[in-house]
């Protein structure tokens, strides 16, 4: 295979995202084409996108051919209904987070892969990519600074937009949290206790925030999270992790700082494409990569539904102010 044709599923600004980061940085692929039912929209992220066709299903698309593999980057709600087109269709397969918006859906896309006896869906937890989370994982698992004893993380954004809801507080954006320790720790969240801090004032009426969310995993990691979406003065991740003999912080903002009229300051990032973008970048070149050798590798659908289990917990915790428990189905042959 020369080049791998690669079908986008959404337009948005992740997945218009994804369309430029193929044609003009991934090596061995190219982006056969946007499937949006905005047609305008579509247009657009093709614009710069040469060769590509646009189509307003998946179905279409495949039934047109072209296709070697596909992307999904439409909103969550969606992704079910496509994973099952490509599962049908025996396409390889990368979807966004989250696999899908609770766990009973992803669990039905988990029995779907099952069924065909092998996998090839991954689950786009691109932080697993990110160099200094990649860091801290291998130091975690070294113990060379003895054993890990706890995790601080603060999740940032300036704002949202207008269909961000008050359980997405969980569901979109802890959810990046859930996966992450999970993989630092190698072990699942038992229990979410989620905590309000004193309401932002200025966040939006339908928002109940910012949140202190703490995991507990099944190794006895505790894991808070402070997550704020209305901070306004930029994008941020941070991650400072406890041992028993340092302490090590991950996401410290990089680049220069000025020094002038008794000032000093730099810039932050002002969303997730910047903050992350290597990440994503070699996110999606280990998935063409692998997929061109007809092998899947990173986060399986089964981790997609730990996490969406978990979400399920986090939401119930929210709305109860309760610790609650996270309750998980076993795990199928094909993921043990």
């Excluded at 160099?131 to 890990?148: N, R």
């Excluded at 290597?278 to 999606?284: K, P, T, V």
Aim: proline share 4%; aromatic share 6%; net charge negative.
């Amino acid at each position: 295979m020369s080049e791998l044709k690669v079908a986008v599923v959404g337009a948005g600004m992740m997945g218009a995202d994804h369309v430029k980061r193929i044609t003009q940085r991934i090596k061995g692929a190219q982006v056969s084409w946007i499937i949006e039912p905005d047609l305008a929209r579509a247009q657009a992220a093709a614009i710069d996108t040469p060769g590509a066709k646009v189509a307003a299903t998946l179905d279409e698309a495949i039934n047109k051919g072209d296709i070697d593999a596909v992307l999904i980057a439409s909103p969550g709600q969606f992704h079910e209904a496509g994973m099952m087109t490509t599962l049908k269709a025996g396409l390889p397969t990368l979807c966004e987070k989250p696999l899908t918006p609770d766990p009973e859906s992803a669990l039905r896309v988990v029995e779907a892969e099952q069924a065909l006896g092998k996998r090839f869906i991954q689950v786009g937890f691109m932080r697993r990519y990110d160099k200094e989370y990649m860091e801290l994982h291998d130091l975690i698992a070294a113990k060379s600074m003895g054993e890990l004893l706890g995790l601080r993380c603060q999740h940032r954004n300036p704002s949202v937009q207008d269909s961000y809801t008050n359980s997405m507080l969980i569901t979109d954006s802890v959810v990046h949290e859930i996966d992450i320790v999970r993989y630092l720790t190698g072990s699942v969240i038992k229990a979410i206790e989620v905590k309000h801090f004193r309401r932002n004032s200025t966040a939006p009426e339908r928002l109940n925030e910012p949140i202190l969310a703490l995991l507990e995993t099944e190794s006895g990691i505790l894991a808070d999270v402070e997550m704020n979406v209305s901070v306004k003065f930029g994008y941020q991740v941070k991650t400072e992790a406890l041992f028993e003999n340092g302490i090590m912080e991950i996401g410290r903002t990089s680049g220069s700082t000025k020094w002038q009229n008794g000032k000093f300051g730099g810039e932050e990032h002002l969303s997730y494409t910047t903050r992350f973008n290597d990440a994503y970048d070699f996110e999606i070149q280990q998935w063409v990569n692998s997929t061109k050798l007809g092998q899947v590798h990173g986060p399986s659908v089964w981790d997609g539904y730990l996490v969406a289990a978990a979400c399920k917990a986090g939401v119930e915790a929210m709305e109860t102010g309760k610790r609650v428990d996270v309750k998980y189905e076993k795990a199928l042959p094909l993921y043990k």
